[in-house]
């Protein structure tokens, strides 16, 4: 098990602190809420599509660092973007913390998001990290709810699984 | 405060010889993410020492066959170890008999016995079953299950906010319809020690029989039948020094005589045609197929573990680590401890503001210190103090003090980082 610290960086702490795009869009057009059974954590998403561009995008709830950061980082870099280049993100980001990227060798585009590689080490905090990507997948596909623990949902990490 | 101050105003643990026993435990040895193992999740799971593990593997190595059937003799001895462990868990628990011993898997497999057992017989629609804010999820939902299939309801003896059952609530909610009140004897969750003996006699007055959720009593301090005058009473093994997958069940004669089996197979059977079926006497009667053996009678050796050192000595030892631990930790600002009950087992449950207890724990973890973080099965309990979880440490008679101070000194290294 690597040292978490490594995962607890600067960026991730600030995220946590002062997350962005926090709060409930009052003219969403697609919206889910994001639960982890496990522990608790639980957030809800709302964001604007027009045509297929995110035009905007909230994120509100209560969660540990790492879901928050992860939250707050996901709303800075989906906003602006088309609806498939935000569903390449879903798959990149489900795979780097999962283990299955590999960002020294192949290509991707997570840019920053790259601080949550750490997480492939920590198996308990994976479906953390992974939530509020969970929950856009949800909001993107008009599911109005989604867990971790949603075995047929093909986000479905399971612990361990990394 | 320095770690040298703070070593200062740490008391001596005159209770027990904890360097000695520590050296029974191969596992304290252990080091995580290169520190010393610290290890304070002992509520969810506790350690095994050599001898109870030297216990097992002589099982397993001289002993091993399967019992009350054959007349060979292997199966001979296995028998008569695991009819020896009963008698050891009959007495470690001051039962009349014996036959009030049932080995289950575990708590939740006792609670779900008295369920199918007592439950799916003697109660009905419109019955009612008391249940109390503290219990753990294992003493709650198959209580959910058979008032759903009865169409019975549950009742709630709500908690002050220190954590504390409010007995004069638990009077009143006694009518003619109420047929058990389940109630834990220690909360998993906050660590208080609930008033059982007063709670059995009251709902004794009204006639209505008790089951005590006992999984973290059983370790920590001496439990008597005799004295508590419960009904039923179930606790694990692996909470007390001994291997998963082996619990008991204490019941009344006189119950589990009128009750019906749980499980059907074999040996809960006196003979079986395709007509009709005659059960074996209790225990046997819930005791389905091949049990434990191995499990039992290692647990039979974690009891005696326990006696030797003393259940007096351990309770008196845990005492001082709370009381060491929950002064330490009201010292740091920013953290509030969650359950601040009178009387309490060794379990501290806390938040660190602005910190989820899931960062407090992985970064804790970094320490080689090991807690549990979440809501501890208990949710009923997160949702009364208004916190989605918590952060708890549970001791076990094998920590020292020094471990309290390498708790305190990880958790003001969260707060640095986390700022």
Same mark, same amino acid.
């Given at each position: 098990?690597?040292?978490?610290?490594?995962?607890?960086?600067?960026?991730?702490?600030?995220?946590?602190? @002062?997350?962005? !795009?926090?709060?409930?869009? %009052?003219?969403?057009?697609?919206?889910?809420?994001?639960? !982890?059974?496990?522990?608790?954590?639980?957030?809800?998403?709302?964001? @604007?599509?027009?045509?297929?561009?995110?035009?905007?995008?909230?994120?509100?709830?209560?969660?540990? =660092?790492?879901? @928050?950061?992860?939250?707050?980082?996901?709303?800075?870099?989906?906003?602006?973007?088309?609806?498939?280049?935000?569903?390449?993100?879903?798959?990149?980001?489900?795979?780097?913390?999962?283990?299955?990227?590999?960002?020294?060798?192949?290509?991707?585009?997570?840019?920053?998001?790259?601080?949550?590689?750490?997480?492939?080490?920590?198996?308990?905090?994976? @479906?953390?990290?992974?939530?509020?990507?969970?929950?856009?997948?949800?909001?993107?596909?008009?599911?109005?709810?989604?867990?971790?623990? =949603?075995?047929?949902?093909?986000?479905? %990490?399971?612990?361990?699984?990394? | 405060?320095?770690?040298?101050?703070?070593?200062?105003?740490?008391?001596?643990?005159?209770?027990?010889?904890?360097?000695?026993?520590?050296?029974?435990?191969?596992?304290? $040895? /252990?080091?995580?993410? &290169?520190?010393?193992?610290?290890?304070?999740?002992?509520?969810?799971?506790?350690?095994?020492?050599?001898?109870?593990?030297?216990?097992?593997?002589?099982?397993?190595?001289?002993?091993?066959?399967?019992?009350?059937?054959?007349?060979?003799?292997?199966?001979?001895?296995?028998?008569?170890?695991?009819?020896?462990?009963?008698? $050891?868990?009959?007495?470690?628990?001051?039962?009349?008999?014996?036959?009030?011993?049932?080995?289950?898997?575990? *708590?939740?497999?006792?609670?779900?016995?008295?369920?199918?057992?007592?439950?799916?017989?003697?109660?009905?629609?419109?019955?009612?079953?008391?249940?109390?804010?503290?219990?753990?999820?294992?003493?709650?939902?198959?209580?959910?299950?058979?008032?759903?299939? $009865?169409?019975?309801?549950?009742?709630?003896?709500?908690?002050?906010?220190?954590?504390?059952?409010?007995?004069?609530?638990?009077?009143? /909610?006694?009518?003619?319809?109420?047929? /058990?009140?389940?109630? *834990?004897?220690?909360?998993?969750?906050?660590?208080?020690?609930?008033?059982?003996?007063?709670?059995?006699?009251?709902?004794?007055?009204?006639?209505?029989?008790?089951?005590?959720?006992?999984?973290?009593?059983?370790?920590?301090?001496?439990?008597?039948?005799?004295?508590?005058?419960?009904?039923?009473?179930?606790?694990?093994?692996?909470?007390?020094?001994?291997?998963?997958?082996?619990?008991?069940?204490?019941?009344?004669?006189?119950?589990l005589e009128k009750m019906q089996p749980f499980k059907g197979g074999g040996d809960m059977i006196l003979s079986v045609t395709f007509e009709k079926t005659t059960y074996n006497v209790i225990p046997y009667k819930f005791e389905a197929g091949t049990p434990p053996i191995a499990a039992a009678i290692t647990l039979g050796a974690a009891i005696d573990y326990l006696i030797?050192?003393?259940?007096?000595?351990?309770?008196?030892?845990?005492?001082?680590? /709370?009381?060491?631990?929950?002064?330490?930790?009201?010292?740091?600002?920013?953290?509030?401890?969650?359950?601040?009950?009178?009387? $309490?087992?060794?379990?501290?449950?806390?938040?660190?503001?602005?910190?989820?207890?899931?960062?407090? &724990?992985?970064?804790?973890?970094?320490?080689?210190?090991?807690?549990?973080?979440?809501?501890?099965?208990?949710?009923?309990?997160?949702?009364?103090?208004?916190?989605?979880?918590?952060?708890?440490?549970?001791?076990?008679?094998?920590?020292?003090?020094?471990?309290?101070?390498?708790?305190?000194?990880?958790?003001?290294?969260?707060?640095?980082?986390?700022?």
């Amino acid at each position: 098990m690597a040292d978490s610290k490594q995962l607890y960086q600067e960026v991730i702490l600030d995220h946590n602190r @002062k997350p962005r !795009n926090w709060g409930v869009l %009052a003219d969403a057009s697609h919206k889910a809420e994001g639960h !982890n059974p496990l522990c608790g954590d639980h957030i809800s998403l709302t964001l @604007k599509l027009s045509g297929d561009v995110v035009d905007a995008i909230n994120v509100q709830g209560e969660s540990c =660092a790492i879901c @928050k950061a992860s939250a707050s980082m996901m709303t800075t870099v989906v906003k602006g973007r088309k609806r498939a280049d935000a569903e390449q993100m879903i798959r990149e980001f489900r795979d780097m913390a999962t283990g299955k990227l590999d960002l020294g060798t192949q290509r991707h585009h997570l840019g920053r998001l790259a601080v949550f590689a750490g997480v492939r080490d920590l198996p308990t905090r994976v @479906k953390c990290a992974i939530l509020p990507w969970h929950t856009l997948h949800a909001a993107l596909n008009s599911v109005a709810s989604t867990s971790t623990e =949603a075995e047929a949902d093909p986000m479905h %990490a399971p612990i361990g699984g990394a | 405060m320095t770690a040298g101050q703070s070593a200062m105003m740490r008391p001596p643990s005159a209770a027990l010889a904890v360097e000695r026993i520590r050296a029974d435990f191969p596992i304290l $040895k /252990l080091r995580v993410n &290169g520190n010393p193992l610290v290890f304070l999740d002992n509520a969810a799971s506790s350690q095994m020492p050599q001898p109870v593990i030297d216990r097992w593997v002589k099982y397993q190595t001289s002993q091993h066959a399967n019992i009350h059937r054959a007349v060979h003799t292997l199966s001979e001895t296995a028998t008569a170890e695991y009819e020896a462990a009963r008698r $050891k868990v009959q007495a470690f628990l001051n039962a009349k008999e014996e036959r009030e011993i049932i080995f289950t898997s575990g *708590t939740t497999d006792g609670i779900n016995l008295v369920a199918h057992g007592y439950g799916r017989k003697f109660i009905g629609r419109d019955d009612e079953i008391i249940l109390t804010t503290l219990e753990h999820h294992s003493n709650i939902v198959p209580w959910q299950m058979l008032a759903q299939e $009865k169409g019975a309801k549950i009742r709630v003896v709500p908690v002050n906010d220190r954590g504390e059952l409010l007995l004069d609530e638990y009077r009143t /909610l006694f009518n003619s319809r109420t047929r /058990l009140v389940g109630v *834990t004897h220690v909360s998993n969750a906050l660590g208080t020690i609930n008033p059982v003996r007063d709670m059995i006699a009251i709902a004794h007055e009204h006639g209505v029989p008790v089951l005590v959720d006992g999984a973290q009593a059983a370790p920590h301090f001496k439990v008597d039948m005799q004295a508590l005058d419960c009904d039923f009473y179930a606790f694990s093994g692996h909470k007390m020094c001994g291997p998963t997958g082996i619990g008991v069940l204490y019941g009344k004669a006189g119950w589990l005589e009128k009750m019906q089996p749980f499980k059907g197979g074999g040996d809960m059977i006196l003979s079986v045609t395709f007509e009709k079926t005659t059960y074996n006497v209790i225990p046997y009667k819930f005791e389905a197929g091949t049990p434990p053996i191995a499990a039992a009678i290692t647990l039979g050796a974690a009891i005696d573990y326990l006696i030797a050192i003393g259940m007096d000595g351990i309770a008196a030892h845990e005492t001082d680590l /709370l009381d060491y631990a929950t002064d330490q930790v009201n010292r740091l600002p920013g953290v509030r401890i969650i359950g601040t009950a009178e009387k $309490k087992a060794a379990v501290l449950s806390f938040v660190v503001d602005g910190v989820h207890p899931h960062d407090v &724990g992985t970064l804790l973890n970094d320490e080689g210190v090991a807690i549990r973080t979440g809501h501890h099965c208990a949710q009923p309990v997160m949702q009364r103090f208004k916190v989605p979880a918590t952060s708890r440490a549970s001791f076990a008679f094998y920590n020292t003090m020094a471990e309290v101070d390498a708790l305190v000194a990880a958790i003001r290294k969260v707060q640095k980082i986390f700022g």
